[in-house]
């Protein structure tokens, strides 16, 4: 079946500007996790749901960065007033429940901040 | 603390060379040790899952051990393709919901 998918595949912008970075997971999963990685690096955490709700969200670095999951399916991750700090590639992953079991990752969206 | 470390870096084989990745881990209460391969521009392609001391899984040249401190990935008689980066990461009783990461080993195989 479909894997985790994610859009854009490349995001460039200006420091300052809003983005959005979208994920749709496999379907029938009810878990859904955002990382951020970069190079030479392992993931690093940054928001866990459960359905529709956040239910461990302490790995988002600041308020500029906030996640949204309204169905239970499609999760947007939202940066505003990004910085070259933010540069990295986002990733999503998706698991069938949230506590045992497998994770799988998406493509991944590389941001690139100027 | 909680931490999970891979070695080594880096490393490179000749095809048809075996050898071992290690994953060691502290962590308290392991619920699982997870190996993913990365391939350049990709997101991590889940390979094994273990869950207790003495474990092992195979998978056409990989096969992944587990010990109450480590994790290893043997790769017997590697090809080009193998070439990735190995992840590691565990999921422990303090916090089930995240997974710890290694900083992963670098593999490369030469023809």
């Known amino acids: 079946g479909a894997g985790v998918s994610q859009t854009p595949s490349n995001k460039v912008t200006e420091k300052g500007k809003y983005v959005e970075l979208r994920c749709d997971p496999i379907?029938?999963?009810?878990?859904l996790y955002w990382y951020r990685q970069s190079l030479g690096q392992g993931p690093e955490f940054l928001i866990y749901f459960q359905g529709t709700g956040a239910a461990d969200d302490s790995g988002l670095p600041n308020d500029r960065f906030f996640a949204v999951r309204p169905e239970g399916s499609v999760s947007t991750l939202k940066i505003q007033r990004t910085e070259r700090g933010d540069s990295a590639v986002y990733l999503c992953?998706?698991?069938?429940?949230?506590?045992?079991?497998?994770?799988?990752f998406g493509p991944g969206t590389r941001l690139t901040v100027l | 603390e909680d931490q999970v470390t891979q070695s080594p870096e880096a490393l490179r084989l000749q095809e048809g060379e075996s050898s071992s990745l290690n994953c060691s881990y502290t962590?308290?209460?392991?619920?699982?040790l997870f190996w993913y391969r990365q391939d350049p521009g990709k997101g991590p392609e889940f390979l094994f899952t273990l869950y207790s001391a003495g474990e092992e899984k195979e998978k056409e040249r990989l096969k992944a051990t587990l010990t109450k401190k480590e994790s290893f990935l043997h790769i017997t008689a590697p090809k080009p393709e193998d070439s990735a980066t190995y992840l590691c990461?565990?999921?422990?009783?303090?916090?089930?919901?995240?997974?710890?990461w290694g900083l992963g080993t670098s593999l490369a195989v030469n023809p």
């Open positions: 992953a998706s698991s069938l429940d949230g506590v045992s079991s497998t994770q799988y």
């Open positions: 379907s029938g999963h009810t878990a």
């Open positions: 962590v308290s209460g392991l619920r699982g």
């Open positions: 990461a565990v999921r422990h009783a303090g916090n089930n919901r995240k997974l710890i």
